[in-house]
């Protein structure tokens, strides 16, 4: 080997040096950052004839694990939805307020329960009759407020279905396009782990709005699969996900038509989107939700019957009636029924009504048995009425051995596809505390399953980082070796350069 062989190699493996320092550079300044998988330069021997020619500098690549890598973007989405749910469902329970503290459902119902007691004693009192329409309006507003919450965090999950489906379109998009240029420069021989780690970037993005996975082509593209099995286009310019603003009004549902799915190139595939932030919404907007308005529905109409069967029409719609169940779906006659619910006018306007009555009841074998209102004039002391609220528009029977009929919780919602989770309660006072245990004990369950996920995700996070993510005291080691190896090269360029000087001036000029 020559001298200026020898001259050539060291040239090249400094090049080679300062390209790994490069590298090295880039790793520690974006040891921060989020997603970021080192880069490792390639290189390879150099031989002609058998004879050694120094290195070639390759392509840089990334340490990566595939396997983790998919698993840790499934737990953000998991993550990401239990979140959502969390936010919605806790909104909830600062409106269902804190039980035994006067402003819950519960214990509304129990105040006019007390206060009816009250007027037992004292008929004739109409502090004490004001007071009753007082604690009946409450109530009422009470219910208003849980079914305006339902239907705030339902518009709310639609409003976010429309920004995630943007979000996604969006996603997708950018890892086509970095697609295309991670193709151009492998097709050059160019390295391509700066694009690739901003893809999987892209692609952490869409894993919190849906379950994706990916698959690697040999031209070093990827295909987006969902874990329903949907591919997902990458290179539709205009995004492949779409969905229509709406109004998710009480009686409005995905399952009767009436709401809008999330479409796939046309195709509705709401059905198929599950977990992350996309898969949440659609279950807030379409069954979680729905559900909650169902029961409270169901319960202002058990409510509103059960005193107006007694003869004290004291609840009512806008129009002055107390809703009927009908169907097929049983409850179209009264769905949003609680978000309009309200004491009837002409008791607001003549509280005397809470002892006198509203109207004869027709006795019947199977519900109330037969009442007389208190005439005009009649007893001041008349406390038929008040009694009967008590013993049976407030408790289990409808009248001495006649068991009060259960309300409905199953076939419930605008599509009659929806069921309560709770079993069925005769009182009021039950069906009160059923619903609202039920909603919190949702709300808890998500809380401690969001608990338990992000401490998983943490773990899978930080392990992902330990495998592919910057190790300082790695990078540090490297710097080391390589200011020795490059000081070595200088060495044999100097002392190549330093032959070939005593070479040149001994041939005569």
């Known amino acids: 080997m020559g001298i200026g062989a020898a001259l050539s190699i060291a040239t090249g493996a400094v090049a080679n040096i300062e390209h ?18 080192t880069q490792v330069g390639t290189q390879e021997s150099v031989t002609a004839g058998g004879i050694g020619m120094g290195v070639r500098t390759g392509a840089t690549t990334r340490l990566t694990d595939a396997a983790l890598q998919m698993q840790t973007q499934l737990q953000a989405g998991a993550v990401a939805g239990l979140t959502t749910q969390q936010t919605a469902l806790q909104a909830l329970d600062a409106v269902h307020g804190t039980p035994g503290q006067g402003n819950d459902l519960p214990s509304l119902l129990g105040d006019l329960s007390n206060r009816f007691s009250t007027l037992l004693n004292q008929p004739d009192n109409q502090t004490a009759q004001s007071a009753v329409v007082g604690a009946a309006s409450t109530l009422a507003s009470g219910i208003n407020a849980l079914s305006n919450a339902y239907t705030a965090q339902r518009n709310a999950a639609q409003g976010n279905l429309v920004n995630e489906v943007a979000s996604a379109n969006q996603a997708l998009s950018q890892i086509g396009r970095l697609g295309d240029q991670i193709l151009s420069l492998k097709v050059a021989g160019q390295s391509t782990a700066d694009l690739e780690n901003q893809r999987d970037a892209a692609v952490n993005t869409l894993s919190e709005l849906l379950n994706v996975k990916t698959l690697a082509v040999p031209n070093g593209d990827i295909l987006v699969l969902t874990s329903s099995g949907l591919t ?25 038509g ?9 195709l509705d595939v709401t059905k198929q989107i599950q977990g992350g932030q996309l898969g949440a919404n659609i279950a807030l907007r379409d069954t979680n939700l729905p559900t909650y308005q169902a029961e409270l529905d169901e319960f202002s109409q058990s409510l509103a019957s059960r005193f107006s069967g007694q003869g004290l029409t004291l609840f009512t719609d806008p129009t002055g009636a107390v809703p009927s169940v009908s169907g097929p779906p049983l409850q179209s006659a009264y769905l949003g029924f609680a978000l309009t619910i309200q004491v009837n006018p002409a008791v607001t306007a003549n509280p005397s009504l809470v002892r006198d009555g509203t109207q004869a009841v027709v006795g019947s074998p199977t519900g109330a048995s037969a009442f007389t209102p208190n005439p005009a004039g009649g007893p001041a002391g008349f406390s038929a009425l008040i009694a009967r609220v008590l013993h049976f528009a407030l408790g289990p029977n409808a009248q001495t051995g006649v068991p009060q009929p259960a309300p409905n919780l199953t076939g419930l919602g605008p599509a009659g596809t929806l069921s309560a989770p709770f079993g069925a309660t005769q009182a009021l006072a039950d069906f009160a505390s059923a619903l609202v245990g039920s909603q919190a004990q949702d709300s808890a369950a998500v809380s401690s399953r969001l608990q338990t996920e992000s401490a998983v995700q943490t773990s899978l996070t930080a392990k992902l980082s330990a495998e592919t993510g910057v190790n300082m005291d790695t990078e540090m080691a490297s710097v080391v070796a390589l200011q020795n190896a490059y000081g070595i090269n200088a060495r044999v360029i100097s002392a190549a350069q330093a032959m070939w000087t005593q070479l040149l001036a001994a041939v005569p000029a």
């Open 20 to 37: 790994q320092l490069a590298l090295v550079s880039q790793n520690v300044a974006n040891a921060s950052t989020p997603g970021y998988s």
């Open 232 to 256: 997902l286009p990458t290179r539709n310019a205009a995004g492949p996900f779409s969905i229509a603003n709406a109004n998710a009004a009480p009686g409005a549902s995905y399952a009767s």
């Open 258 to 266: 009436t709401l809008p799915g999330v479409l796939l190139n046309g």
